[in-house]
């Protein structure tokens, strides 16, 4: 018997699961804390918690990771030089230090506006070559016609040896500078992800594992290892895409929303006919827009983890991360005991100085500290000190801006209360030390005049309204979030009704589920393995291929030949001013097909209809053969769209056919 292995690494914890693939169940599911920066270690102790008969039977592996989202949002990749070709206006703002315009370029019907001065490339390459990793080129409208990239990329790959990266590559949609942006954020990841996936296949090797292996892709379709390691750019913000796919197979619903709730945030998407609602601008990682497809997706800093804190009578939820209570009892011997006597004068009351709210040491390296910082961090340690322990040390009040600031650079981590801690107090979730909890919620709770149980279930009753806003802000795009907020207070006499089922993932998520239905009008689901559903869905992820090709229309002056009668009488008659005036006037139908292999030129609409029909299905398969499907479990559903003015009769202006083929990986390929 045959099984298939899935893994995702989320911000807090790593989930694995065995799906057996003759009828899709899954036969074992493991979690583990993720390991921080490096999630190998983290994957390593959800593997070591199944069943190791399972694992030599595992022929198809498939893995979701933030390891490229978090490689972008904290800039720690890999430093890339960035050639742009042609007439770029330069924003303020470039993701590197290493950059450089120069000539060349082509307009919208991809014809060449100038010529690419390669000397000034070869110039550039040569002198950035031992600072950089690797190259990303984009160049104008080189969706309509990539030469000058390519021409790039040869001489540069030839002067350095090292990857270039081309826009074309990546997306034919319009945008130089955002294709600029992708190429050079998919340039940095290559050599982590490189290093990333070689070290996955030497673990599963070790395990006996001989496998198909796949990475998921943020637009929820699930991508060949060789392709994953040229595109990376391609699998941020896989885990909320893992989370999309996985509710849809566990609910085996086609339609459906999905509202995952994570450690350190709550994403929510849309499943649509069996496919993924994609965004239409791209994804936007780290304040950069790519043009990257991603799922539409809204995301929110509410999470199992936030950090609850009070500011007078107001209960905030977030947006910080924090080390839960209860987790953080578990860890820290004493740490309950130190709880308990905890004391913060009320006046000093801010997020960062809370009574239940402590400080423990990373394991990173500081690097130029400021002086004040320094002060602070040598106090800190490996066991938890609160605001009062610090003030005692330094015989000063703590700056709650350096404290910031110093876990912004993630030199020190937050404990405090959190979500889960409610949980705990409440008795709906109890994995981690519920006394812990329970002493927070009475610290927290007291100064509202509430014992535990009663602020613990208004915190709920608010992670709920949070939850209840981002699925609402999802389904009406652009409705302000007050006006949102101010119909699930519930002061009109009238609630909000969705009309598709809801499918809830995360690990207590079901606790939620009653609070939700009676701030929404809708059918919430918690289905069995909601709790790991993100794994199943990095493993079920479907082969996705999609192709665009756009036909576009233009006027050409005729040929002489053309205009000229062709008559025998005329054949040896000089040119006369009539013939000059109708060879300047006289003009014709052009058709350019642009597809992500090449441009091609047609003089009948018919003839250019047919080659694109024909192209578009011919690069979808060519794509799905290479990820090991058979044509036979393949589908290729084709739109086409036709721009064309009022009362227009001729041939259409553009022609846009966009051809989506879907199937389901097979296993039989190794690793």
Known sequence: ????????????????????????AVVESSKALTTYPDPLPGMKNALDKLDPEYLGDIKLVSVSTTLSTNTILESTGFPVGLIMVGDYVI????????????????????????????????????????????????????????????AVKKAVKELTGHPVVCGHELSQDLGAYERAITAFLNAQLIPITHKFIQAIIREFEGRGINANMLMLKCDGSVVGIEEALEKPIETIFSG????????????????????????????????????????????????????VKAIRMETSATGGDSHIWL???????????????????????????????????????????????????????PIELKSGEREIYRQIGKEPVSFGDLLIALKKRPSPLILDSLIQKRLIQAIGFTPTDALHVLGEYTE???????????????????????????????????????????????????EIDRVL????FTRFCVEIPVVLLGGPVGAYAEDLRKLINAEFIVPEHADVGNAVGALVGKGIKRVEILIKTRLVPRTREEVVP????????????????????????????????????????????????????QLVMDYMNSAGLAKEDIRIDVSRKHLAPSGWTDVPLETKLVYVGIGIPRNNVTV
């Open 91 to 150: 924003p303020e703002k470039l993701p590197t230090d290493y950059w450089i315009t120069v000539s060349g370029g082509h307009n919208s019907d991809g014809e060449e506006l100038k010529a690419l001065n390669l000397d000034e490339v070869e110039e550039f390459a040569l002198k950035v070559q031992s600072k950089v990793s690797a190259f990303a080129v984009s160049s104008y409208f080189s969706n309509r016609n990539p030469e000058h990239e390519l």
């Open 489 to 492: 207070k519930g002061k009109n």
């Open 311 to 365: 500011k007078g009578d107001r209960i905030n939820v977030g947006p910080r991360r924090v080390i839960p209570l209860c987790r953080a009892a578990a860890i820290y011997p004493g740490f309950r005991e130190k709880l308990k006597h905890n004391r913060v004068a009320k006046g000093y009351l801010c997020e960062n100085i809370q009574v239940t709210k402590f400080y423990v040491r990373t394991g990173f390296r």
């Open 1 to 24: 018997m045959h099984f298939s292995l899935g893994i995702d690494a989320g911000g807090t914890y790593t989930d694995a699961v065995i799906v057996r693939d003759s009828d899709g």
């Open 432 to 482: 981690w030390d519920v006394e812990a909890a329970r002493i927070g919620a009475y610290l927290l709770g007291r100064s509202l005049k509430q014992d535990p149980e009663i602020f613990s279930a208004e915190v709920k009753r608010r992670v709920a309204r949070n939850i209840a806003e981002d699925l609402i802000a999802y389904m009406i795009e652009g409705m302000p979030r007050d």
């Open 566 to 617: 062709l008559g025998e009488e005329h054949c040896a008659a000089p040119e006369s001013e009539v013939i000059q005036d109708m060879l300047q006037e006289e003009k014709k139908n052009e058709f350019i097909v642009f597809s992500p292999s090449e441009r091609k030129k047609f003089e009948v609409y018919a003839e250019a209809l047919e080659y694109a029909e024909k192209l578009g299905r």
């Open 240 to 291: 909320p895409a893992a989370s999309l796919v996985g509710a849809s197979h566990l609910t085996r619903l086609d339609t459906c929303a999905m509202i995952d709730v994570g450690g350190t945030s709550t994403d929510v998407a849309m499943m649509k006919n069996g496919l993924p609602e994609l965004s239409s601008s791209g994804a936007v990682v780290g304040g950069w827009q790519t043009r």
